[in-house]
């Protein structure tokens, strides 16, 4: 079984028309890096772009950056660069400010454009921060959340027409990596009459997403995690040019006004996507998002999801063949169109298994209370990193390494 699934995994990686773009990033020697889901590698355009904003662009050219070196620019050029890859023509997408606050007020945005409508719709699977904001907007504008599972919301949306004003759901789920199909969801919103908005964090960069073909309304999404853009990198958010207008969000920063250096003591919203900036953005961040983002030019987002689907395809061939009987579950759906680009596995000692595991360079990552996760991003990883994973965390398990103290303490991030 093993020397089959070696084999296979060299014939693969063999034929891997990305098998290039590895060397893109600085991924430390004898690791396997499977969390690229919760914080991406480091690519190999950052640490110089990075220094040269300190050193020269901040060091030398001091305040005349902005304009020298184009930094007021920078949230726009780097959210086209975004909207390349997840289906969005320019002038659509902006990045700068956190995922939270992009989602926050493009919610409530989006909200506002349904006035008399009461009901906002959200899956009581998503990211706790989407439920939490949900709430929070809910609130203020004295709308219904109503939680519903991304597979029954259609029909919720059928038969609450005219009173749903926004469906807010993620393509993937970020526990599982089940993929919902993001076209039929916005169709159905749309159907009701109802704005869509998606939550990208798990989606971009890693497959592509069709934000214009599809029709969406508004999306948020993260730089840290496929995009590779860094900790705490910026996150960005789309606003359909057709919505742009009537874009009426509450975090009404001199960064989005028409004339944000006239200073005017009352605020005009610019009349673009620059409307959607707020304030003045963490500028290392952004230029190591951008750089990171390079890593993706000459890339076909085609390409990455075949590959991406053939390593997480390859994981489940492998976990079936060698953890058979180990006490583990599969919880992440086998047919390829319902699989995003990670693979989750349920066992009672999750927690201890990932940390055991880490302690032989192979990282993932867990969800309570008992899920594994393994992201797989295509442009650095590949079939033979997927079978060391499996055969590590094979020898883990029966050797009962994990039983020891030291795995059974849990730090605050897990």
Not at 45 to 74: F, K, M, Y
Request: charged share 20%.
């Amino acid at each position: 079984m093993l020397t089959d699934l070696t084999t296979r995994a060299a014939a693969l990686d063999a034929a891997d028309p990305l098998a290039s773009v590895r060397d893109r990033f600085l991924l430390p020697e004898g690791v396997v890096y499977l969390d690229g889901n919760s914080l991406g590698a480091l690519p190999a355009a950052v640490p110089a772009a990075v220094e040269d904003a300190v050193h020269r662009q901040w060091g030398t050219d001091l305040i005349r950056s902005w304009n020298g070196n184009g930094w007021w620019e920078a949230p726009v050029r780097t959210g086209d660069a975004v909207g390349r890859l997840v289906g969005a023509a320019p002038g659509q997408v902006v990045a700068g400010d956190s995922t939270s606050v992009q989602l926050f007020n493009t919610l409530l945005a989006a909200a506002r454009l349904r006035p008399g409508r009461r009901l906002l719709l959200t899956d009581p699977d998503h990211f706790p921060t989407d439920q939490y904001i949900a709430d929070s907007v809910g609130r203020l504008l004295g709308l219904d959340v109503r939680r519903v599972p991304a597979r029954d919301a259609a029909a919720v949306l059928a038969a609450e027409a005219g009173n749903v004003a926004v469906a807010a759901y993620a393509p993937v789920d970020y526990r599982t990596g089940e993929l919902h199909d993001m076209v039929a969801l916005t169709a159905a919103a749309h159907a009701a009459g109802a704005l869509m908005h998606w939550d990208l964090c798990h989606a971009a960069g890693a497959l592509p997403v069709e934000l214009d073909a599809v029709e969406a309304d508004f999306a948020v999404g993260c730089g840290y995690k496929y995009l590779s853009g860094g900790p705490g990198a910026p996150a960005f958010a789309y606003v359909a040019h057709r919505h742009q207008e009537a874009f009426d969000h509450p975090l009404t920063g001199w960064h989005g006004h028409a004339e944000p250096f006239a200073m005017a003591g009352t605020y005009t919203p610019a009349a673009d996507i620059t409307r959607a900036r707020i304030g003045t953005p963490a500028l290392l961040s952004l230029i190591a998002l951008e750089a990171a983002l390079t890593a993706f030019d000459g890339v076909a987002m085609a390409d990455v999801r075949k590959k991406g689907l053939s390593l997480t395809g390859f994981f489940q061939e492998c976990a079936d063949g060698l953890l058979d009987g180990l006490g583990f579950t599969p919880a992440t759906p086998r047919e390829p169109e319902r699989r995003g680009s990670q693979v989750a596995l349920r066992h009672p000692e999750a927690y201890p298994l990932v940390a055991a595991l880490t302690a032989r360079g192979v990282i993932g990552d867990m969800r309570a209370p008992d899920l594994l996760r393994f992201g797989f991003n295509a442009l650095y990883v590949s079939h033979a990193d997927v079978l060391r994973a499996v055969v590590e965390l094979r020898d883990v398990v029966t050797s009962g390494v994990h039983l020891s103290p030291a795995f059974q303490r849990r730090p605050t991030v897990t």
